[in-house]
């Protein structure tokens, strides 16, 4: 957690930590989220300003809320901070089905982002992708041929969007397509937003070899919109901390799993 923090400004930090109080109790009164963080009401209003701005809060009569999938799903900040270890052993995992000279397209998820820490055991690698926090991560690392998927830059997501995105990553042909999701729901992934949807689906379209990260957070969420069965994927990383009775449906149901 602290290395995390330190990736983040004094005002990333607590608007992070506002989204886990609603997280956790669904509302708060705007003047007890400034005790508890110890800033001034003037402070805790630019970071609601800045929370309802990207669709993740809603304030009422001098409280604040949040419908918790929404957040879950839309908050970069957020979910960076989740399960860190558990994203880790996937992302590890993640790298042992990636071979030098491999040309990667790579998805917007927290989840995802941890594999930039094992990247370089393989390089030379070409990483093609929409997310921010990848392209910070990788540009100055030597053998990491990094191209930056165009569109719309969405501040929930943290990374680019659209037409001009999905345009973009259907003109090329790669290796490995690595993905993980907002939340799996029987055999498929799911998730809230229509513009996440099309690009995770156009990545799949490009891939020869697909890849889904999935730590035990997934479970726990319902989203609107189907993506993807899990059969479509050549290995499913799932957290040993799943439930059993998940993992076996799930094999059962002949998705290609790998428990780590």
């Known amino acids: 957690m602290q290395e995390e923090d330190a990736q983040l400004s004094k005002a990333d930090q607590r608007r992070a930590e506002i989204i886990r109080i609603l997280m956790e109790s669904g509302t708060a009164q705007i003047k007890d989220l400034a005790t508890s963080l110890e800033v001034s009401l003037m402070t805790i209003h630019r970071d609601l300003n800045d929370l309802?701005?990207?669709?993740?809060?809603?304030?009422i009569?001098?409280?604040?809320?949040?419908e918790k999938s929404m957040l879950f799903e839309s908050s970069y900040l957020f979910r960076a901070r989740q399960h860190i270890e558990e994203k880790?052993?996937?992302?590890r995992a993640a790298v042992a089905h990636i071979e030098p000279g491999?040309?990667?397209?790579?998805?917007?998820?927290?989840?995802?982002?941890?594999v930039t820490e094992f990247i370089e055991s393989v390089t030379p690698v070409t990483v093609i992708t929409n997310a921010l926090p990848v392209l910070e991560k990788l540009k100055d690392v030597q053998g990491v041929d990094l191209i930056a998927l165009g569109g719309r830059y969405h501040r929930g997501y943290n990374g680019f969007f659209g037409m001009a995105c999905e345009n973009a990553i259907r003109s090329y042909h790669v290796d490995v397509a690595l993905l993980s999701t907002t939340t799996i729901q029987d055999l498929a992934l799911f998730t809230q937003d229509e513009?996440?949807?099309r690009s995770k689906q156009a990545m799949m379209e490009i891939a020869r070899k697909k890849i889904l990260l999935v730590d035990e957070s997934k479970f726990h969420f319902s989203a609107l919109n189907y993506v993807a069965d899990l059969r479509a994927f050549d290995v499913v990383l799932v957290s040993g901390s799943v439930d059993r009775e998940i993992v076996e449906r799930m094999s059962d149901g002949g998705v290609k799993l790998q428990l780590v």
Request: avoid cysteine.
């Open 52 to 59: 309802q701005n990207q669709g993740l809060v809603r304030r």
């Open 102 to 114: 491999n040309a990667i397209v790579w998805d917007d998820s927290s989840t995802t982002f941890q």
């Open 61 to 66: 009569r001098g409280a604040v809320s949040a």
């Open 88 to 91: 880790r052993r996937l992302a």
């Open 195 to 197: 513009h996440v949807l």
